[in-house]
Each structure stands twice: as structure tokens, then as C-alpha cells.
């Protein structure tokens, strides 16, 4: 095992944020935990006891080469395997946009964890509006798939969010906008590409 | 004298050992064995500290030969030669691997054709039903024998995974690491009705006499080779089975008879008249009697979750998708109860074709996590 902590990607600046939200030795889930990287980075800086859930065959080696617990299982047959409140964090890092069912893995990561943090691209990014007002699906640095071929099928905006958020009976704990790994504090509909919140049901 | 040439990822020419254990054995079904023996075989070696063993538990028909050769039949190779080895996945160069053959087995330990201690014939009848839980506590027999409080991993397939799974629950503080593949906590109706048919396939054979069988000398053959052709049915996928032998007839043209048309019959055939006269029928009765108790989560009511709380150990689970005898949804069902114990696991649900035997397979994302999760394994 290396002695060095995990280093978070560079390109992947939720990733920090979601990192110093999470309390030591606290109980973190992962859904869609890629390499491990997240997760073992958490348990060197942290301590925490973490899961990962990846599907993806590759993913799931690195996960294993990288020491965090990992569990190969499709989201989208939900949390089953996990009781009620049985983690302090549940998160999901830019992978909200490619489920199919938005709404049901956002009411099992509130069933399954005490809070959820989730981040994804923002479509209301003035990029996309204008790409969109162009004529043409947005192509960027947070959104960099072309249309015909993209894992993305529910892209959304904050305000698209924050209005499902409510319909869940969500509270918002925190929320921050990013743009080129900076915050954003002005206008953050239209000028983050990339969003983190964290939330629970109480 | 012939040299034999074995690849340089093979731990070469091996042989048996015995132990010998003197102090009764108290079994699951309230019997006693007063003394037994235990045949076994080791890869690697002991370091200093001896905090480097790993314990491979065998499944149905397999024994404690997990790797290597034999010198006088260098054509017997381990049947877990694939994972064990220098530089293979269970790296012998970093463990010291252990292979034991259970109580009550044909290959060495003390087992139905052992001499009954008291009437100097051979068990064969007589000789206790054992279960995983006995298996378990006579390999700990060993484990204190070879000086190895805590085995830094056991590690098992199918029924060697039911041992694993044990190990845990009946040493928690001697076990750091188990890999649980293609395991089920319990066997289903499914799986002991199969068990069942291969049962009386032996018991109804005219030459089974009761078990005792050697006194006769006789063995019961056509049974054993019956119960070795079901069970071999359920080793395999149906997709597996249709790649590997279609339809194809044997002779070119339908016989219109009885003697083998289809090319799996004469595969079945085989495997079966090479399993007779190889295996002892009062052993596979047995083993088919463990897999059938098998089940931790009984003593709790039906509850899993409460079963699996003493375990103290790191666990890797995996699980084969085309394994319809031992189904990954068997699996979760052990994931699940870790999880609520708040164990650190790690779980593998690999999509391959070959059933249930899959977990004996050369699949590289299998053979590669298995190698990841070793070598994570501080010594």
C-alpha cells in the first residue's frame, strides 16, 4: 500500500468540496465510486468506513487494487442491501445526470443515509444557453459529450434541481457553485458549471 | 529417471503431510471421534512473525493437493493450480498456503475407509456424519499444530467457501481476511434435492451394502458414478454445456438405441467413470450431508445478519452470474448480513459464462481482483 494520501483529480473539484463536508470516522457510501479514488482519499484523510457501489468491471479491479470496499451492483436496482440511516454520507459525484431513475435513487439515498451529497454539471451554465440558443446541444468542460454519444440523459439546472428537491421535501444544507474549480456566489444559475449540495430529509 | 518440466509459476513437486491428533473430537451430530488424522499439503513458507498463512479449504470432490505435482505423477495437478502459486494470484511467494483434506474424506484424513479404531475394520458405515462446523474445528487442530494462531486469509470456493464463511464465525480472532466465492449461506430446497438424488443413486446401488462396502469387497460404482453425472449437471451452465457439446451425435446418425448418441452423454459417462474410481461413495454421502446443514444463519432464527455478528475478519465475496446452483443473489444474501455487521467486504458479481464452476475458471477480472485483494493484505 502507498504511503501517500489518494490525490483528488485536479479536473474533478467537487470532489474537494464533497471531501471536506464529510465528518472523520463517519459512515460513507459512494454510488458510482469509479476507481476508489474518493473513498480512499476520505479513509487516509478522514478515516472513514466507506462502500463503493461500481458496475463497471474495470472500476471495480481498481477499487480492489486501491484497498476501499467496493460492491459490484447496478444503482438503478436501488440500495436494497443497505438498511435505513445506516450511513452518515451518501453520495452521488456527477452521476445524477446518467440515471435513468432520477427520482427514485435520490429517495433511496435519503432513505439509506442521514445526508446525501450530490454534484453534477449545470445546464443553466450561460455556455450551454447560448450553445443551446446557437442551435446546438451544449458541448464544454462539465458537459464534454456530444449528443449521439453521451451517458448523460437527465441533465438539469439548480433551479430544475432545487424544484425536484422541494417536491422530495428535501432540505438543503449547503450548496456550492463552481466554475473553473472557483466558487461562484453571483447569478450561480447562469455562471456554475458545476454544482455540489448536501442535503437530508430532516 | 524422467525430468519433469513445470512452468516457472508452478510451485513444482509437492507432497503430502500428515497430522496426527490425539485429543477426541466432539462432531455437530453429538458423536466423538477419539483421534484422527489430517492429510495435508503447503506452498510457501511460515515467515517469522507466521502471520502470513492462508488456509484453502476444498469443495465437493476435490482434496488437500491444491497446487503443484506430484513426483510419481506429475500428470496430478492441483486443482486450484491457477491460483496458487509464485507470482499467481494467491502469490506463494509472499504466503505460506495451506491445503487440507476434510474429515471424513478419501484422500488421506481420517475418513469412512480409515481403520475404526476399536474393531480394526475400515469405518465405512459407522463413520460419523461430519459438518463444516467439524471440518472447521479440525482444521483449527492444524492450525495450532503448524503454529499459526491467525491465518492472514482462508480463502474458498462453493463448499471451501462454506468453510471460509465459517471460519470466521467459529474462530472470529483467527481469521484477518476471508474470500467467499461462489457461496451460498445455505443450500436451497433446489440444491439439497440434487443433493438427495445423488444420495440414493449410492445408497440404492446393490453393491453399497450398507457402507459397508470394503468388507465385501465391492464398491457401489454405478451409484457414485450416478451421483457424480447430476452433480456434474449442476457444475455447469446451460449455455456452457450447449457451447461445449451442441448437439452433436457421436456416431454421425441418431443410433435409435441406448448406447451414447449425444456427445454430452458420453462426457457425463466420463466424467463419472473417472469419478467411481477415484472417490470413495461413504465420503461423497458425507459432504453432501455437510452442504445440505449447512446453514449459520439457523441458530438465529432464520437471521443472517445475527448469524454472521461474531465474524471479525475482512471479506471479499464473488459470485459468478451464469452460477444457477449457487446464484449471486445467494451471494448478496451474505453481502447484505456483512453489511449490516458493518464489516469492511468487497463484492465481485462477475458476468461468465461456465456456472457454477466458474469460480475455477482462468477469468482475468476474477483472477485479478483476487490477485489485488492479496496483495493488500499487510503481513
Known amino acids: 500500500m502507498n504511503s501517500a ?165 428535501v432540505r438543503i444544507g449547503e450548496r456550492l457553485v463552481l466554475h473553473d474549480g472557483k466558487a461562484v456566489h453571483m447569478l450561480p444559475n447562469l455562471r456554475g458549471s458545476l454544482v455540489v449540495y448536501r442535503m437530508s430529509t430532516h | 529417471m524422467n525430468t519433469v518440466l513445470l512452468p516457472q509459476d508452478s510451485v513444482g513437486v509437492v507432497s503430502e503431510q500428515r497430522a496426527q491428533f ?54 496430478n495437478v492441483g486443482w486450484w493450480d491457477n491460483m496458487v502459486g509464485p507470482g499467481k494470484p494467491l502469490d506463494t511467494r509472499r504466503f505460506f498456503v495451506i491445503g487440507v483434506n476434510n474429515l471424513g474424506g478419501c484422500h488421506g484424513s481420517t475418513g469412512p475407509i480409515s481403520m475404526h479404531p476399536s474393531s480394526g475394520q475400515p469405518w465405512g458405515g459407522d463413520f460419523p456424519v461430519v459438518t463444516v462446523e467439524d471440518w472447521v474445528a479440525a482444521q483449527a487442530r492444524l492450525a495450532d499444530f503448524l503454529g499459526i494462531d491467525c491465518f492472514a486469509a482462508v480463502m474458498g470456493g462453493s463448499l471451501g467457501a462454506m468453510q471460509a464463511l465459517q471460519w470466521t464465525l467459529s474462530f472470529p480472532q483467527r481469521v484477518r481476511h476471508a474470500l467467499v466465492i461462489a457461496a ?56 456452457a454445456m450447449m457451447e461445449k457439446f451442441g448437439r452433436v451425435l457421436r456416431r454421425g446418425t441418431p443410433g435409435y438405441d441406448f448406447d451414447i448418441d449425444f456427445e454430452v452423454e458420453s462426457y457425463l459417462r466420463h466424467q463419472g467413470d473417472k469419478f467411481a474410481g477415484v472417490f470413495d461413495a461413504n465420503t461423497y454421502l458425507r459432504i453432501t450431508k455437510a452442504l445440505d446443514y449447512f446453514d449459520p444463519a439457523a441458530a438465529h432464527g432464520g437471521d443472517l445478519t445475527a448469524a454472521l455478528a461474531p465474524s471479525r475478519a475482512n471479506f471479499f465475496v464473488a459470485s459468478f452470474t451464469s452460477d444457477w446452483r449457487f446464484a449471486p443473489s445467494r451471494s448478496r444474501e451474505i453481502v447484505r448480513a456483512l453489511l449490516d455487521n458493518r464489516r469492511a467486504v468487497s463484492y465481485l458479481e462477475i458476468d461468465a459464462p461456465h456456472g457454477h464452476d466458474a469460480f475455477l475458471m482462468d477469468d482475468p477480472r476474477y483472477l485479478g481482483a483476487v490477485r489485488a485483494y492479496f496483495e493488500n493484505i499487510a503481513l
Request: with cysteine.
Open chain 1, 5 to 169: 494520501p489518494a490525490l483528488l483529480p485536479a479536473r474533478r473539484p467537487d470532489l474537494e468540496a464533497i471531501a471536506r463536508w464529510v465528518k472523520p470516522q463517519s459512515r460513507v457510501l459512494d454510488l458510482g465510486c469509479g476507481d476508489g479514488t474518493l473513498l480512499r482519499h476520505l479513509w487516509e484523510t478522514r478515516a472513514v468506513h466507506g462502500y463503493g457501489i461500481e458496475i463497471d468491471d474495470a472500476k471495480v479491479l481498481a477499487c480492489v487494487q486501491n484497498d476501499v470496499n467496493v460492491l459490484q451492483m447496478n444503482l438503478e436496482s436501488g440500495l436494497s442491501a443497505f438498511k435505513d440511516a445506516s450511513f452518515d454520507y451518501v453520495i452521488l459525484s456527477q452521476t445524477l445526470q446518467a440515471v435513468r431513475h432520477t427520482e427514485s435513487i435520490l429517495r433511496e439515498m435519503l432513505r439509506v443515509g442521514r445526508e446525501v451529497i450530490v454534484s453534477f454539471p449545470n445546464f443553466g451554465h450561460w455556455n450551454a444557453r447560448l450553445q443551446v440558443l446557437a442551435g446546438r446541444m451544449p458541448v464544454s468542460t462539465s458537459l464534454p459529450y456530444v449528443w449521439y454519444d453521451t451517458p448523460n440523459i437527465h441533465l438539469c439546472t439548480l433551479d430544475d434541481f432545487e424544484s425536484l428537491a422541494k417536491t422530495l421535501g
Open chain 2, 22 to 75: 490425539d485429543v477426541p473430537l466432539h462432531l455437530s451430530s453429538g458423536g466423538v471421534l477419539p483421534r484422527f488424522e489430517l492429510a495435508y499439503e503447503t506452498y510457501g513458507t511460515l515467515n517469522a512473525a507466521r502471520s502470513n498463512a492462508v488456509l484453502v479449504p476444498h469443495a465437493l470432490n476435490a482434496s488437500h493437493h491444491v497446487a503443484g505435482v506430484y513426483a510419481h505423477t506429475p500428470q
Open chain 2, 184 to 239: 451460498t449461506p445455505q443450500l436451497s430446497a433446489q440444491n439439497i434435492a440434487f443433493n438427495e438424488v445423488a444420495r440414493q443413486a449410492i445408497v440404492t446401488d446393490p453393491d453399497f451394502h450398507g457402507g459397508h462396502y470394503y468388507a465385501h469387497g465391492v464398491v457401489p460404482r454405478r451409484g457414485l458414478r450416478l451421483a457424480r453425472m447430476i452433480g456434474h449437471i449442476t457444475y455447469l451452465s446451460d449455455d
